[in-house]
């Protein structure tokens, strides 16, 4: 079964940084990219970051390109999200899936509620 379990995010202030993790099970994660995706409140979810299967390629959406990096650790089946500069637009609900996960039928995770307020 597959599964992402998301965890680390927080209400932290404007300019503050929080580092996310997402650990998979179910598939062979050494073997699949990876993509941490965003819902903020009364907006369509969002792709934000992917990272190839080796981890040497990953994407940004422009909104956090140059303050969020995305990484990951192939034997723990972890993806982490490192999140810099946070901007009150951040706030939002963040998940992580495979890449193109809908072609796999993969679940959505419960999420990680960040709130950058001050």
């Known amino acids: 079964q597959v599964q992402f379990v998301e965890s680390g995010g927080g209400l932290v202030q404007p300019g503050g940084s929080l580092r996310l993790s997402c650990t998979a099970s179910?598939?062979?994660?050494?073997?699949?990219?990876m993509s941490w995706h965003r819902q903020a409140p009364g907006k369509e979810r969002e792709l934000i970051a992917t990272?190839?299967?080796?981890?040497?390629?990953?994407n940004f959406a422009d909104a956090v390109k140059g303050r969020f990096t995305i990484s990951r650790d192939i034997p723990k089946n972890t993806v982490f999200l490192q999140m810099n500069s946070l901007k009150p637009d951040d706030t939002a609900v963040y998940y992580c899936?495979?890449?193109?996960?809908?072609?796999?039928?993969?679940?959505w995770g419960q999420g990680t509620q960040v709130t950058v307020s001050s």
């Open positions: 899936r495979r890449t193109r996960g809908n072609m796999y039928g993969d679940p």
């Open positions: 179910g598939f062979s994660f050494r073997n699949y990219a």
């Open positions: 990272i190839n299967f080796g981890g040497g390629t990953t």
